[in-house]
């Protein structure tokens, strides 16, 4: 028996190698300046992952054992409703969430807190005022913002100004779901040139981007039963949800 289960997994190792050799070869020349970094089984029998490393991170491709077709897009789980393909970039994207210079944002804090959240916000970013309206319905939450404004540079002060107020979470709060410019002056010394080259590093390229106490990152907004669902698995103490 033991023989038997050694051959079989010396052919289904023969068998992976083979396949992601010719997958290899058939796509390597099609994909341009990406690189493969790996071939995979995808959640899909017969269906192999090929992830691509590109300037704006990982990237993820589906095709068959040949190589023949290709398919960009993502993997659901419909009975869950889980987007596959986006768990699988989460971790792929992860970071070390202590590496974060928390003390370079705005910190956020409602009830005890202990629900915590990162986030990479322009306040001038249609989706990420949607987000903080929905971020407003969560309670026992601490959110630290990193002021992220790219979308309108020319209104970096206005961050800046956010940083010199006196009651920072109001003022940032009141900029990025009304648009109200802080009374502060935007004179003192500020972390938002730091948070704009922490962002590139960690190839943020869009807002909002949210980061869990895991490591884990999202781009975009979510929807808040989803945000809630994910939030309570990294509290700690918390037992972890079945996915």
């Not at 023969?14 to 010719?22: D, I």
């Not at 990982?58 to 409703?81: C, E, K, R, V």
């Not at 792929?92 to 210079?101: G, M, Q, V």
């Not at 884990?216 to 989803?226: H, I, K, N, S, T």
């Amino acid at each position: 028996m033991l023989r038997f289960l050694v051959l079989s997994l010396a052919f289904f190792t023969a068998a992976a190698a083979a396949n992601e050799a010719a997958i290899r070869k058939a796509i390597e020349a099609k994909i341009g300046s990406a690189k493969i970094e790996g071939i995979q089984p995808s959640p899909i029998a017969g269906l192999f992952e090929v992830r691509l490393r590109t300037a704006n991170g990982p990237q993820l491709l589906y095709t068959d054992a040949t190589g023949t077709h290709l398919i960009d897009g993502n993997i659901y789980h419909l009975a869950s409703g889980r987007d596959l393909t986006e768990e699988r970039l989460r971790k792929l994207t992860a970071i070390k969430f202590e590496s974060l210079p928390l003390d370079q944002a705005v910190k956020i804090q409602r009830g005890d807190g202990r629900r915590v959240l990162v986030m990479f916000s322009d306040p001038y970013c249609p989706y990420c005022q949607q987000f903080e309206k929905t971020l407003l319905k969560i309670d026992n939450i601490t959110v630290y913002v990193f002021m992220y404004p790219v979308i309108r540079p020319q209104n970096a002060d206005h961050s800046k100004a956010v940083w010199c107020s006196a009651d920072r979470a109001k003022a940032w709060l009141e900029l990025a779901i009304q648009h109200k410019q802080p009374a502060a002056a935007a004179d003192c010394d500020n972390p938002v040139e730091k948070n704009l080259e922490l962002g590139r590093s960690l190839r943020v390229t869009s807002t909002p981007t949210l980061i869990l106490t895991n490591g884990e990152r999202v781009a975009g907004g979510m929807q808040l039963a989803d945000l809630q669902g994910l939030l309570d698995q990294t509290v700690p103490g918390q037992p972890a949800k079945k996915r």
